[in-house]
T-cell receptor
Framework: GAVVSQHPSWVICKSGTSVKIECRSL??????MFWYRQFPKQSLMLMAT?????????EQGVEKDKFLINHASLTLSTLTVTSAHPEDSSFYIC??????????????FGPGTRLTVL | DQQVKQNSPSLSVQEGRISILNCDYT??????FLWYKKYPAEGPTFLIS?????DKNEDGRFTVFLNKSAKHLSLHIVPSQPGDSAVYFC?????????????FGKGTKLSVKP
């Protein structure tokens, strides 16, 4: 099956620093990648959708200058949390969609990254 | 306002019996629904999906039923196994004019007891 990896799996950083999270599709090309955030006992909330080679589309309420997304290749998307604050502490999960044209193509999720901002 | 609702935060079932997980949605324009299984500190794993043109889809022990008039879907697992213990998320999507953005419910934690 399709495999999506995330790195790092967990990170602790000081308030005010920036953190980069990588999402890779290991055995398929992903034209579209999604970034989600999950708070404890809450649902996964879509933050943004990124297409390879173009700017990400952010959901309402998500600051694009704070959460920088780069989808430089068909197998790699990065999320950079800039000037992180304790309220940014969360579980960040990416997903990748196989390069079909159907919006219903299955999304494959990465294992997630636990971010803790002190 | 939540568009996808899973009103039962938890469910406990005996091994070998049927597990029924429920999901309701409010947006009648959703036409594609999915169930994901998630273990702690891991990403969700796709289980099964259903298009709105169907009312049932079956894959091994997993069956999803869709009642469009009630805006309700359910996931049946039979027989339930201890390894099925996880959080199950219902998700909805639009198959047109969309890149496949998923809208998730809050999840139901299933515990299958030996």
């Amino acid at each position: 099956g399709a495999v999506v990896s995330q790195h790092p799996s967990w990170v602790i950083c000081k308030s005010g620093t920036s953190v980069k999270i990588e999402c890779r599709s290991l055995d398929f090309q992903a034209t579209t990648m999604f970034w989600y955030r999950q708070f404890p006992k809450q649902s996964l909330m879509l933050m943004a959708t990124s297409n390879e080679g173009s700017k990400a589309t952010y959901e309402q309420g998500v600051e694009k200058d704070k959460f920088l997304i780069n989808h430089a290749s068909l197998t790699l998307s990065t999320l950079t949390v800039t000037s992180a604050h304790p309220e940014d502490s969360s579980f960040y999960i990416c997903s990748a969609k196989t390069s079909g044209r159907m919006s219903t193509d299955t999304q494959y999720f990465g294992p997630g990254t636990r971010l803790t901002v002190l | 306002d939540q568009q996808v609702k899973q009103n039962s935060p938890s469910l406990s079932v005996q091994e070998g019996r049927i597990s029924i997980l429920n999901c309701d949605y409010t947006n009648s324009m959703f036409d594609y629904f999915l169930w994901y299984k998630k273990y702690p500190a891991e990403g969700p794993t796709f289980l099964i999906s259903i298009s709105s043109i169907k009312d049932k889809n079956e894959d091994g022990r997993f069956t999803v039923f869709l009642n469009k008039s009630a805006k309700h879907l359910s996931l049946h697992i039979v027989p339930s196994q201890p390894g099925d213990s996880a959080v199950y998320f219902c998700a909805a999507s639009f198959s047109w004019g969309s890149q496949g953005n998923l809208i998730f419910g809050k999840g139901t934690k299933l515990s299958v007891k030996p």
